[in-house]
């Protein structure tokens, strides 16, 4: 995943309010974008096919799987997600910045990948707080909640693969959290090596 823009990967439970997060993080920092995922899962009242994620039937995303176009795909809650390579690839080289909002299967497999990346996870800041984010949004039924709940127990469970870890306790202080690992991670030498031999270069003359 080559490109002048960094990957930065962002997973907690649903319910953690990576949505909200995202959200903000977006409209302060001009150099970040969202990738939109492609899902077989029915777009939830008030969510945009193309703007939330791509929406599309099983048979287009299977194909697309066989077609290697995802950079990554997990089945979530009997759905399939997945993130598009050919855009992301294209952001990168734009120089943005990218965040995927991705399932820790997902994230997993984009860590035994190779690919460069920052991993952050965001956490609810207790169980029952998390519970009460679940039911409150409304839009689940009760199969989907009980399902949520559970898989919550295993996307915790993943959080020690994390290079850093959030609590979403105050969206506010979380978004400023987050910004201040981003703005660290763009600092690291190893993204700045074109701007070290530029100066060395001009340096010579
Ligand atoms: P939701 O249905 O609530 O929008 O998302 C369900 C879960 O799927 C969330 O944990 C979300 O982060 C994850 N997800 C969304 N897009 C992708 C994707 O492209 N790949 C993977 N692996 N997970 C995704």
């Known amino acids: 995943m080559a490109g002048k823009g960094m990957l930065i990967i962002i997973?907690?439970?649903?319910?953690?309010?990576?949505?909200?997060?995202?959200?903000?993080?977006?409209?302060?920092?001009?150099?970040?974008?969202?990738?939109?995922?492609?899902?077989t899962r029915s777009p939830r009242a008030g969510e945009q096919d193309g703007v939330n994620y791509n929406f599309v039937s099983k048979e287009v995303f299977l194909k697309a799987v066989a077609d290697g176009d995802f950079l990554e795909h997990a089945c979530v809650y009997g759905e399939y997600y997945g993130t598009p390579r050919s855009s992301l690839e294209q952001m990168l080289a734009f120089g943005n910045d990218v965040i995927l909002e991705i399932d820790t299967q997902g994230a997993l497999k984009v860590k035994n990948s190779g690919v460069n990346c920052v991993f952050i996870f965001l956490l609810p800041p207790s169980a029952d707080e998390l519970f009460r984010r679940i039911t409150r949004r409304g839009t689940e039924s009760v199969e989907s909640l009980r399902r949520r709940m559970a898989s919550a127990r295993g996307e915790l469970s993943m959080a020690s693969m994390y290079d850093y870890v959030v609590v979403n306790d105050c969206v506010d202080e979380a978004r400023d959290s987050i910004a201040a690992v981003i703005r660290a991670e763009r600092c690291r030498v190893h993204r700045n090596m074109d701007l070290i031999e530029a100066i060395i270069e001009e340096a010579k003359e």
């Open 11 to 39: 997973s907690g439970p649903s319910g953690a309010g990576k949505g909200t997060v995202c959200r903000a993080l977006l409209e302060q920092d001009d150099k970040l974008v969202l990738s939109v995922s492609k899902t």
